[in-house]
């Protein structure tokens, strides 16, 4: 099944929808198949996400705000936007061929429009994960500011391009 959706991604201008949101929105965006597994590398929008998925641990935090979400897109088949583990936005996109779910698009880490990062979240991040605060916060600067509603209308944007409704 992971060549099928990479197939997908590649030839229904997914990948492309990807990159338009990583571009105009500067999310980190993401293609996983149905067993979780990456089938891209990510494409960064910002250094702080990518700091803290440097590190095992680090990953794990992510995974345990992606596993809520997809298990809700896989459920009602419909994208999910909601905040992350750390208060950033995230975007899940099941996708579906016909009528088989396949695989699950993304885009995250950008903070909702008139929120910042949280440094005390920071603060108590950093140690679970082996990454100094230092470190963490030198990271902040490179997280866009993003309206959830804009977000919304580009996930529809992205549906449309890899061949959904």
Sequence with gaps: METEFSK???????????????VSLGL??????????PILPPIWG?????????????????????KEMTKEAKATGKPVVRECHAGL?????????????????????ATPKGTEVSEEYLSELGPKIGV?????LAQVA???ELDKELLKEKIKGVITSCGGN
Excluded at 28 to 37: M, P, S
Excluded at 51 to 58: C, L, M, Q, R, V
Excluded at 132 to 136: A, D, H, Q, V
Aim: with cysteine; hydrophobic share 35%.
């Design 8 to 22: 997908v991604v590649q030839e229904n201008k997914c990948m492309q929808a990807l990159e338009e949101l990583n």
């Design 89 to 109: 936005l995230k975007a899940v996109l099941p996708v579906y061929c016909e009528g088989r779910y396949i695989g699950l698009l993304g885009g995250c880490g």
């Design 46 to 66: 910002n250094t702080l996400c990518k700091a803290i998925k440097s590190t095992h641990d680090g990953l794990m935090t992510c995974a345990s705000s992606h």
């Design 28 to 37: 980190n965006c993401h293609a996983w198949d149905t067993l979780g597994k």
């Design 132 to 136: 100094s605060i230092e470190e963490l």
């Design 142 to 144: 490179s997280v866009p």
